[in-house]
């Protein structure tokens, strides 16, 4: 018995040297984490957070193999990094408050810049005031269109919107190309949203006449539609060469200047009144019965919008250099824009400003004054930002967060709702009902020498209340 008690001591033995030798094996191999730490994924590493970067081969409770695969994957993907730090900046840049979020200078493309969205929304203001609604003869003539020549507020709005638009093609584009969209994509959601937009302006105005055979058919979404839709595929076309911004600029800027050129020297034969000038001479021939006296968004204005459109895409894709620094990118636009107003004056005298026509004058020093403001006011609400700033530019911002939807609710407004017609009592006749709601109703609060104005901030006023509410669910309404 006891030889037998001793050789199961022995085996006993044996087998607590061979335990100790497996976990002394198992404790050399074998990477353990704490209890305490949480485990993600099957890792001992957790996934970095957007604000913090982590070296994976700093850490010390990295395992061999962990490292091993970590380098393995830089080599095979080298721009996760890159790409992964990008997010990271625009993620930071997202969770900042609204006034306080900064465009990173030579780094990141953005959508919106407050500055453009204030110079939508002056725009869209004065397109509303000069669209011909309430008492036409009431107006300030600041505020209406010039009678020929001449530059007013009123005659500012379509070509401010149709800068900014312009302006911004060139980062929409690249902001596609960006996200790995193929040319053929961009082209195909370019053209949609033009024959989308077209289609809706020419409804609004078939409402507004019911009849097929006199109806308008241009007008200001129409005239959007054409610019936005020829600019971008014009700009995508040279993107798709991969030529440099500068070359593109270049090129942009010369289709620009030579167009309004050609339309300088085409327009020298042609009387200075409406019924003599070429851009009534050739919108009558091609849209016979479809033109009033004069059409100001015809075919030879929307022409001479498009040449300016090309020199708006000129100055905006000095924007999408990314090695260049924002304030560097804002003056060489302040120096473009410069370099159109002395243009501008310089045909001033042989071709005057003409907002109806669209003159080259006009667009040229429309556009020159647009670069130099938006050069002025891009540090202010872009670059340096700050609460008093944001407060300032907030109710400009709201109206232009989306333009071409307030143009057309005020331009569906006008030929739906305002044409209502309602017995006057002032006058004893029907009357439209904007004409009656500035005759009737405010003439008591506001009197007759600025019940006009009283009308249209009201207007205004309520079409400001319906964005801001929009704007603060972060519905923005437009087309990109």
Not at 430 to 448: C, I, K, P, T, Y
Request: hydrophobic content about 45%.
């Amino acid at each position: 018995m006891k030889v037998k008690n001793d050789d199961i001591e022995k085996k006993n033995i044996e087998q607590e040297i061979q335990f100790e030798k497996i976990a002394k094996i198992v404790e050399d191999n074998i990477h353990f984490v704490d209890e305490d730490m949480p485990v993600y994924d099957g890792y001992d590493v957790p996934e970095p957070n957007e604000d913090v970067y982590i070296n994976e081969e700093s850490r010390e409770d990295t395992s061999p193999k962990q490292k091993k695969e970590s380098k393995r994957e830089k080599k095979v993907e080298p721009s996760r990094e890159d790409s992964s730090t990008e997010q990271t900046v625009i993620n930071r840049v997202e969770k900042e408050p609204y006034y306080l979020k900064e465009v990173v200078g030579g780094e990141v493309l953005k959508r919106r810049y407050t500055t453009i969205e204030l110079i939508m929304g002056i725009a869209v203001i004065s397109i509303i005031c000069s669209s011909g609604i309430g008492v036409l003869g009431e107006l300030p003539d600041f505020l209406a269109f010039s009678k020929w020549n001449g530059i007013s507020f009123g005659d500012l709005g379509l070509p401010l919107l149709l800068a900014s638009v312009c302006f911004m093609i060139p980062t929409e584009v690249e902001l596609d190309v960006k996200k790995k969209k193929s040319f053929k994509e961009i082209c195909i959601k370019k053209v949609k949203v033009g024959i989308i937009l077209f289609v809706i302006g020419i409804l609004i105005n078939l409402i507004g006449a019911w009849n097929f055979n006199s109806f308008r058919i241009m007008g200001i979404l129409q005239m959007i539609a054409v610019v936005y839709m020829v600019g971008s595929l014009l700009y995508v076309l040279f993107r798709r060469f991969n030529f440099k911004l500068s070359v593109i600029a270049v090129f942009l800027t010369a289709i620009g200047v030579v167009g309004l050129a050609g339309y300088y020297f085409a327009s020298a034969n042609f009387g200075d009144n409406a019924k003599s000038c070429l851009a009534y001479f050739v919108d009558s021939k091609v849209m016979p019965g479809h033109i009033g006296d004069f059409e100001r968004y015809g075919i030879m204005s929307t022409v001479s919008a498009l040449c300016g459109g090309c020199l708006a895409m000129a100055a905006g894709s000095f924007l999408c250099n990314r090695r260049v620094e924002n304030r560097d990118k804002s003056n060489k636009i302040l120096i473009m824009g410069m370099f159109f107003v002395i243009i501008a004056l310089l045909m001033e005298r042989n071709c005057p400003y003409n907002a109806s026509v669209m003159s080259p004058s006009f667009v040229m020093v429309v556009l020159g004054g647009y670069c130099v403001v938006f050069a002025a006011l891009f540090g202010v609400f872009d670059l340096n930002r700050s609460e008093v700033s944001h407060i300032v530019s907030r109710p400009f911002v709201v109206m232009g967060a989306s333009p071409v939807f307030v143009v057309g609710i005020n331009e569906f407004l006008k030929n739906t709702l305002f044409k209502v017609n309602v017995c006057s009592v002032a006058r004893g006749c029907g009357l439209r009902l904007d004409e009656w709601l500035v005759v009737d109703v405010l003439s008591a609060v506001f009197g007759s020498g600025s019940r006009m104005i009283g009308f249209l901030v009201i207007y205004i006023l309520l079409i400001f209340v319906l964005m801001l509410y929009l704007y603060s669910k972060k519905i923005y309404i437009r087309f990109k």
